[in-house]
């Protein structure tokens, strides 16, 4: 069940969402322009940071009477705090190109049915992971390839520019951030996903405890098949939208943005999608099932069904007028 103020057009609607992506467009020129300032200062901090190690340098070899060279350099190095660095979380999530992900091959890699259940238990219960759709689970967990590390070894580095993503099947290793534990993971844990899902250096170190048993999956295998779910559900959601007869006269352009930015939500029979008086921010075109429109005029009156709406229909269309 659910209450709509219907009213707009489909004119009203397509003017509503050129505006939003214009606004949207005009939002992704500021923060490209706000990236090339940051990257400019950045510059400017290594220059001056080159600057000072050699005035460093210089005054230090000066003062040093017996204790060698390399000495003193090590001395200096570690009494100078790290600058950490920044972790850049990258708009640009891949190098790969949309348009070939359907050619690109995909290994997977045979594992026991314990193995298979480990990793997906692993995945859907790491909270970066848990959302992926099932599918993406099967075929990420089909994709992981063995390997193992001895007791002892760093497994990732901090800092590092990552590109595998691990889970444990065997074994204990220890997590670490500028050399200080952070904790402790054993078997059916993921680490290693910061770097790959945003893009950044590795946020800790982790070192193998014991011998230890991993799966991995490189970072262009797990963004082919990031991708490749993405742009078959934009194709459904493309499919979809041409098949409602209101929106056959949109460009495609303007399907394909609308696809883009569409979501799956699911409501129980009864349920209510929207409440009267309440702020609407959302756009709803229903794929399946049928949802009623009702209205009370009055505190003291029931609620009156104004209509009721099927697949390819919409409602909530003033959350995108504004
Ligand atoms: N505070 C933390 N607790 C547990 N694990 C962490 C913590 N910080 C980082 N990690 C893990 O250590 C990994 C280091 O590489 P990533 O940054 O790719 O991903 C990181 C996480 O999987």
């Known amino acids: 069940m659910a209450v709509s103020k219907s009213g707009g057009t489909l004119r009203d609607l397509q003017l509503a969402l050129q505006l939003k992506i214009e606004e949207l467009r005009q939002r992704d020129a500021l923060i490209d322009e706000l990236e090339l300032e940051l990257d400019a200062k950045d510059d400017l901090i290594r220059q001056l940071q080159v600057e000072l190690d050699k005035h ?36 640009e999530p891949t190098a790969l190109d949309p348009s070939q992900l359907t050619d690109v091959p995909l290994t997977s890699y045979c594992k026991s049915k314990e193995s298979c259940e480990l990793i997906q238990r692993a995945l859907m219960n790491n909270d970066y992971m848990k959302h992926l759709e099932d599918r993406q689970i099967l075929t990420i967990v089909d994709c992981m390839y063995p390997t193992s590390v001895a007791k002892g070894c760093c497994v990732i580095q901090e800092g590092d520019v990552g590109s595998t993503v691990y ?19 054993g078997p059916g844990k993921v680490f290693g996903e910061l770097a790959v899902l945003y893009n950044c250096t590795r946020t800790a170190s982790v070192t193998a405890l014991t011998d230890i048993k991993l ?22 959601y493309t499919d979809f939208l041409r098949s409602i007869p209101s929106f056959q006269s949109l460009t495609e352009d303007v399907v394909s943005k609308v696809a883009d930015v569409l979501e799956e939500t699911f409501y129980r029979d009864g349920e209510y999608i ?24 009055s505190a003291s009156e029931e609620e009156v069904t104004e209509k009721t709406l099927c697949k390819g229909n919409w409602f909530g269309e003033q959350a995108l007028i504004g």
């Open 56 to 91: 460093r340098g210089a005054s230090q070899r000066e003062d040093t009477t017996s204790a060698g060279e390399s000495e003193v350099q090590t001395q200096a190095a570690s009494a100078e705090p790290q600058r950490t660095k920044r972790q850049a979380i990258s708009a």
């Open 274 to 297: 929207i409440r009267q008086g309440a702020t609407g921010d959302t756009f709803f075109i229903i794929s399946e099932g049928q949802v009623k429109v009702s209205q009370q005029l």
């Open 215 to 236: 799966w991995g999956i490189d970072r262009h295998g797990f963004q082919t098949i990031m991708m490749r779910t993405g742009l078959i559900k934009h194709s459904q």
């Open 167 to 185: 889970v444990l099947e065997e074994g204990t290793v220890e997590v670490t951030k500028q050399g200080k534990k952070v904790c402790t993971m």
